[in-house]
Antibody, heavy 123, light 114 residues
Framework: QEQLVESGGGVVQPGKSLRLSCEAS????????MHWVRQAPGKGLEWVAV????????DYVESVKGRFTISRDDSRNTLFLHMNSLRSEDTAVYYC????????????????WGRGTLVTVSS | DIVLTQSPDSLAVSLGERATINCKSS????????????LAWYRQRPGQPPEVLIS???TRESGVPDRFSGSGSGTDFTLTISSLQAEDVADYYC??????????FGQGTKLEIK
C-alpha cells in the first residue's frame, strides 16, 4: 500500500530553521518526482517545491527561494525540506506529494499525499 | 506565473442535485504537442489531505465515482458532480501542472449541503 508520512513539524521562532521529512513506502520512490505543498490555517493550497526523480531539477515558489531547500535520499526512501530564516507567513501544514507519473520534467499532478505536518512560526 | 480563479467561492447544493465548479486560467494550459490539458481537480474533505479526482482536465482517476466529471480546454474548465452525496462536502481545488513551476492551485471552492 502506497504511503507518505511527514514528520519534523513544530513550533519555531522567526528566523530559525527546521527540517521536514517525508518517508515513502509501497512504491518505487526513486522513480518519481516529489513535491511539497503547504496550507496555511483556514486557507487554500500552495505549491512550494519540487525535486525530480533523479534530483537533477529543483524548483521553488518565489516566496521561499533562497530560504528552503528540497532534497531526497533514495536509499532511505525519504524526501526532505530544509527551511531556514522562517517567517510567520510560513506557518502552515506541509504536505509531501508524489508525482502521478514518472518524468524527467518537474511537471505533475499528485496522486498520493501524506497527512501533513504542522509548522508554526511564532515568538 | 499562471493564476487559476475558481468560481464560485462557495456553493450549497441539495443531496442528489448537480454541483458545478469552474476554474479559469490566466493562460492556456493546453500542450499542442501532446494534445493534453495540464489541469487536475482535487477534493479535500475536512481534516484530510487532498485527493485527486480528475487529471488531464477530463480523465477520472482510478476509484473515483463516475458522478465526478471534468470538462473544458485551454483556459476554461469545469468540475461537475452529477448527484451530490453527503461525503462530497469538501473543499475543491483545481491545479495546473503546465510547463515550468510554480504549479499553482485555484483558491478553492467550499461545497456544502443545502
Amino acid at each position: 500500500q502506497e504511503q507518505l508520512v511527514e514528520s519534523g513539524g513544530g513550533v519555531v521562532q522567526p528566523g530559525k530553521s527546521l527540517r521536514l521529512s517525508c518517508e515513502a513506502s509501497g512504491f518505487t520512490f526513486s522513480s518519481f518526482g516529489m513535491h511539497w505543498v503547504r496550507q496555511a490555517p483556514g486557507k487554500g493550497l500552495e505549491w512550494v517545491a519540487v525535486i525530480t526523480y533523479d534530483g537533477s531539477i529543483e524548483d521553488y515558489v518565489e516566496s521561499v527561494k533562497g530560504r528552503f531547500t528540497i532534497s531526497r535520499d533514495d536509499s532511505r526512501n525519504t524526501l526532505f525540506l530544509h527551511m531556514n530564516s522562517l517567517r510567520s507567513e510560513d506557518t502552515a501544514v506541509y504536505y509531501c506529494a508524489k508525482a502521478a507519473y514518472s518524468s524527467s520534467s518537474p511537471h505533475a499532478y499528485f496522486d498520493l499525499w501524506g497527512r501533513g505536518t504542522l509548522v508554526t512560526v511564532s515568538s | 506565473d499562471i493564476v487559476l480563479t475558481q468560481s464560485p467561492d462557495s456553493l450549497a447544493v441539495s443531496l442528489g442535485e448537480r454541483a458545478t465548479i469552474n476554474c479559469k486560467s490566466s493562460q492556456s494550459v493546453f500542450h499542442d504537442s501532446y494534445n493534453k490539458n495540464y489541469l487536475a481537480w482535487y477534493r479535500q474533505r475536512p481534516g484530510q489531505p487532498p485527493e485527486v479526482l480528475i487529471s488531464w482536465a477530463s480523465t477520472r482517476e482510478s476509484g473515483v465515482p463516475d458522478r465526478f466529471s471534468g470538462s473544458g480546454s485551454g483556459t476554461d474548465f469545469t468540475l461537475t458532480i452529477s448527484s451530490l452525496q453527503a461525503e462530497d462536502v469538501a473543499d475543491y481545488y483545481c491545479q495546473q501542472y503546465y510547463g515550468s513551476p510554480p504549479y499553482t492551485f485555484g483558491q478553492g471552492t467550499k461545497l456544502e449541503i443545502k
